[in-house]
């Protein structure tokens, strides 16, 4: 059986999802047929990443 990939905007969707919190990670795991620890995890990495998407762009200055 081999692993199914999931492209990086299905993940930030889904982890975005569950950072709402409108639905369980049970509703969400089922709707997206991806396992709910998974979810977690892409929920996890969304978080710890989102302070750097505002250092982009940012120059320093001389």
């Not at 990939?5 to 639905?23: C, N, T």
């Amino acid at each position: 059986m081999s692993r199914k990939k999931h492209s990086k905007e299905l993940k930030a969707r889904i982890a975005l999802d569950a950072i709402k919190g409108q639905k369980t990670m049970s509703e969400l795991a089922s709707e997206y047929r991806v396992h709910s620890n998974q979810i977690g995890r892409w929920k996890k990495q969304l978080l710890e990443s989102a302070p750097d998407i505002f250092n982009r762009g940012k120059r320093q200055r001389d």
